[in-house]
């Protein structure tokens, strides 16, 4: 998706400060601009909106205030970019634990707009990449466990050895189009049921 094509949802409450963070944006050359005024209900207002990337501005954000953006960064799965007039470490780790891609403490200016959107998508993408590794190491280390068993099970009840218990379930796994993970699990409650 081309920069232009992005849309962005900007959250402020003040009218001025969302001026200034729109201008910037549709001077970067970005059309798709929707601001949202109204903090009640913002998670459903996001989902609605369905945006590419978040900007907030918080003036002085409470500890509810952010609480609250956190709450939206670690459910939408978006970049996100959080201007803040102040804060403090315990602020700053709480966004990055939340997810947030930019937390931007005093930077508030209409030239700093576009660097600090390609940071928040860049880091965003970034953060994704090794999540999306992580959770197929995840995944890969479950299906080991759960071929192992299985492959247990099959040498106890077939008294083979642990080769030809992985190759009947490889063997298994072709001939159904399936992985031979997902044929180790069936095989798994299959034994739970009989045992």
Known sequence: MADEDLHILLIDDNAVRATVIEE????AGHRRVTVIRDMRE??????EVDP???FI???NPNRDALEQMFQVSRSVRRPVAMFV???DTASIEA???AGVSAYVVNGL????????LDMAISRFNAFNRLRDELDRAKQALEDRKIIDKAKGI???SRDISEEEAYALLRKTAMNESRRVADVARSLITAAKLLG
């Open 24 to 27: 910037g944006l549709r001077e």
């Open 42 to 47: 913002l998670l459903r207002q996001i989902v």
């Open 52 to 54: 590419d990337v978040i």
């Open 57 to 59: 501005d918080l003036e």
């Open 85 to 87: 007039d102040q804060s």
């Open 95 to 97: 966004a990055i634990d």
């Open 109 to 116: 200016r209409k030239e700093r707009i576009k660097p600090i």
């Open 154 to 156: 099959l040498m106890k």
